[in-house]
C-alpha cells in the first residue's frame, strides 16, 4: 500500500512499524506533527506530551530502559533543553531501542536560531541519522531502532524543515511486533557515579569504533557515478536539491548515516571524480571531515553559511544564475507581518502594557512574542524558552542598584511555557528576593504550535481527560504571596491589576486566564467562558471620529477607511472580544443586536 505522506507522518509510520511502544515529546516547528500522528496508533503506542524537553527526553530513557523501543521528539533548540540527560544515556547505552529526533530549522522560519544538530552527535558521539524524503524517514527510522539495539547507543535523528514538511509517496508495511524486552537490574550500566562512568567512557568509544566500519558498508551511504567531472557529496534534503540542478551531469555520494562519516567510502568516491562540491545545510561538517583527509573540495567557499540549501541558491553559487522566472513589482506588495489574532486574550494585555513607562518588559517564546511589534512596542528582550521570568529577575535587581531607579520589570510567559521551565525561574524569584511583576497568560492550550495540549487544559495528547494543573495554587506553592487572576479582555481589570502590582515590592503574579479565539472550547472552558464571543462589534459610522485608537489595538478585523476618515471592522474577522470596544473614546463601537 502506498500512501502519501509528509516526513512527520512518515517518522511516526516508521516508528509504528518498528514496533515502537513509547513516545514523549514537547511540541515545537517543524517537529510537532511527528507526535500528532503517533498518537493516532493509540492501540499500540504511548504517546505523551511531556512539561519540556528534558522530561520528554528522561521519560523516553525509562522507556527504553524497561525493555520498550521508544523515542522523543523535538526543535533543534528543544535539543538544548535535553542535552543534559542525553549525554550521558550515550554512556549507559539502552536496553529497547531509542531515537532522539531532531527538527532543525535551517532558514529560521519559525525560530529564534539557526543551529546544526549533527554537532551534537559529534560531542555526544552517537550515531546520526540524515533522511531526505519522507520514504526515507520512514525506512530510517525502522533502521535507526535496529542500530540502537545493535550498538547499544541511542541514536540522533536529524530532521529539517523542508523534509518534515515536504511530501511524498511512502510505501507501507505491517507493524513488526518487537516484544518489550526483560529488565535487569545493573547498576554497573546505568548507575553513572563518576567510578562507573570512567568505565561507560570505554564503551562509548568502542561503540564508536564499531560504527566507523558499519557507516563504510550500510546501504544508508550510497554512490551513484554519472558524469564524473563533478562529484557531489551532500545530505538530508540537500541532497534532493542538489539533484534538481546537477541532474546526471554529475556524480553523487549520498549520505545518510553521517556519523561516524564514512572515511574510505569518501576517499573511493573523490578518486573517481574530478571536482567535489560538498552541498549541506549549515555548518561545514561533512566538509571539514573530508579536508581532514586531504581531499580538495568546495562547500563553504562556495555556499552561504546560512539559510537553506535549496536549488536555487545551488544553482546562483555553482553558475552565477538562477532559472528565468516572471518579474513581479515587489514594490506593490504590501507587507504583511504577522499578527495576533482577532480576539486573541493577549492583545489587551499588549496595548495597555505598552504605555507603561519605566518598564522593561522580558518576554519568551509563544504567540504573544508578537507583542514587540507595533503597534504595542512592548517587549525588551526574547532568548529562550521559559527565560523571561529569569532574565527579568537578574534585570530588576540591576536596576535597583542604580540610584532613583524608577525602572521595573514585567516579566511575560504563556501557560504552556510556565509549565515548560518558567516554574524553575518562579522559584528563583522568590528564592532571591526580588520584585519583578510576572504575567502568564493562560489561554487554556498550547497556542504557537497548533493547539497542543498542556497540563494546564484537562486532557492527554490521545485526549483522554487527566487532571488539570490549575496555575494559581502552583504559583501559590512556589512561594508567591501577591496573586491575581483577571480577565483580560477587561481593560480596567487589566489596569487595576497592573496599579496593584507596581505599588507592590515584593514579587507578584498576575494570571491571565481566558482561552485561545481559535480553541475549541472543551465542556469545561463552555461553562466558565458561558457567554464569550457570541455577538461581534460593529462600528457606528455617524459617531466614529476617526481618531484610530481602535487601530491602535492591533486587531486585523479593524482597519481605516482614509477617504472617509472611518474605522471599518470586518465581521468575518471580528469575534467580539470587546477591546476595540473598551478605547473607543466617543462609544462609537458597540455589539451587533441580533
Known amino acids: 500500500m502506498k500512501k502519501l505522506m509528509t516526513g512527520n507522518e512518515a517518522v511516526a509510520r516508521g516508528a509504528y512499524e518498528a514496533g515502537v511502544h513509547y513516545a514523549s515529546a514537547y511540541p515545537g516547528t517543524p517537529s510537532t506533527e511527528i507526535m500528532e500522528n503517533t498518537a493516532l496508533y493509540k492501540e499500540d503506542i504511548k504517546a505523551e506530551w511531556a512539561p519540556n524537553e528534558k522530561v520528554a527526553m528522561e521519560s523516553a530513557i525509562g522507556a527504553s530502559v524497561a525493555g520498550a523501543r521508544s523515542f522523543t ?235 537553506e540549501m535549496t536549488s536555487d541558491v545551488i544553482r546562483k553559487s555553482v553558475f552565477g544564475e538562477t532559472l528565468e522566472s516572471v518579474d513581479s513589482e515587489t514594490e506593490k506588495v504590501i507587507a504583511r507581518p504577522p499578527t495576533l489574532c482577532p480576539g486573541c486574550p493577549h492583545r489587551g494585555i499588549f496595548y495597555e502594557l505598552g504605555k507603561r513607562k519605566n518598564t522593561f518588559i522580558s518576554g519568551d517564546i509563544g504567540c504573544y512574542s508578537l507583542g514587540f511589534a507595533a503597534p504595542y512596542n512592548a517587549m525588551d528582550i526574547i532568548i529562550a524558552m521559559g527565560a523571561s521570568i529569569s532574565m527579568g529577575h537578574g534585570a530588576q535587581h540591576v536596576f535597583n542598584m542604580k540610584e532613583d531607579n524608577e525602572m521595573r520589570v514585567v516579566s511575560i510567559l504563556g501557560d504552556s511555557t510556565f509549565f515548560h521551565t518558567g516554574i524553575n525561574s518562579l522559584l528563583d524569584v522568590v528564592y532571591n528576593g526580588s520584585n519583578t511583576i510576572n504575567l502568564i497568560l493562560d489561554n487554556r492550550i498550547t497556542g504557537m504550535t497548533g493547539h497542543q495540549e498542556n497540563p494546564g487544559s484537562g486532557y492527554t495528547l490521545q485526549g483522554m481527560p487527566t487532571k488539570t494543573i490549575e496555575i494559581e495554587p502552583l504559583v501559590r506553592a512556589c512561594g508567591i504571596d501577591h496573586v491575581r487572576v483577571i480577565d483580560p479582555n477587561i481593560l480596567d481589570e487589566v489596569n487595576e491589576a497592573f496599579d496593584w502590582a507596581y505599588d507592590l515590592d515584593e514579587p507578584s503574579v498576575i494570571i491571565t486566564r481566558f482561552p485561545c479565539a481559535l480553541k475549541s472550547f472543551s465542556p469545561e472552558d463552555k461553562e466558565e467562558f458561558k457567554g464569550a464571543f457570541t455577538e461581534k462589534c460593529i462600528i457606528e459610522a455617524d459617531k466614529c471620529t476617526g481618531c484610530r485608537k481602535c487601530i491602535k489595538t492591533g486587531c486585523p478585523a479593524l482597519s481605516f477607511d482614509r477617504k472617509n476618515r472611518k474605522a471599518i471592522i470586518d465581521p468575518a474577522q471580528c469575534v467580539g472580544c470587546e477591546v476595540c470596544l473598551q478605547v473607543c473614546p466617543v462609544e462609537a463601537i458597540t455589539k451587533e443586536v441580533k
Open 73 to 307: 521528539a523535538m526543535k533543534h533548540v528543544g535539543v538544548n533543553v535535553a542535552a543534559d540527560p542525553m549525554f550521558t544515556f550515550v554512556y549507559t547505552g539502552v536496553n529497547g531501542g531509542m531515537v532522539i529526533i531532531t527538527a532543525d530549522e535551517p532558514g529560521q522560519h519559525s525560530s529564534q536560531n539557526e543551529q546544526d544538530n549533527r554537532n551534537y552527535a559529534r560531542a555526544a558521539k552517537m550515531p546520526l541519522l540524515e533522511p531526505s524524503d519522507s520514504q526515507e524517514c520512514k525506512d530510517m527510522m525502522k533502521v535507526a531502532f535496529d542500530i540502537s539495539e545493535t550498538f547499544d547507543t541511542p541514536v540522533l535523528f536529524r530532521m529539517t524543515t523542508r523534509v518534515c514538511h515536504s511530501k511524498g509517496i511512502v510505501t507501507l508495511e505491517d507493524r513488526v511486533n518487537v516484544p518489550l524486552k526483560d529488565y535487569t537490574k545493573d547498576a554497573t550500566k546505568y548507575v553513572v557515579v563518576p567510578s562507573i562512568a570512567r568505565q561507560r567512557r570505554v564503551k562509548v568509544e568502542n561503540s564508536m569504533n564499531l560504527m566507523k566500519k558499519y557507516t563504510e558498508i550500510t546501504p544508508l551511504n550510497y554512490t551513484e557515478i554519472n558524469n564524473k567531472s563533478v562529484g557531489v557529496i551532500s545530505s538530508g534534503c540537500a541532497f534532493n536539491f542538489a539533484k534538481e540542478v546537477f541532474g546526471e551531469n554529475a556524480s553523487y555520494l549520498k549520505l545518510g548515516f553521517t556519523n561516524p562519516l564514512p572515511k574510505n567510502l569518501i576517499k573511493d568516491f573523490a578518486s573517481k571524480v574530478d571536482k567535489i562540491y560538498i552541498i549541506e545545510e549549515n555548518d561545514p561538517i561533512i566538509e571539514e571531515f573530508v579536508q581532514t583527509l586531504g581531499i580538495k573540495c568546495h562547500g563553504s567557499d562556495t555556499f552561504p553559511y546560512s539559510g
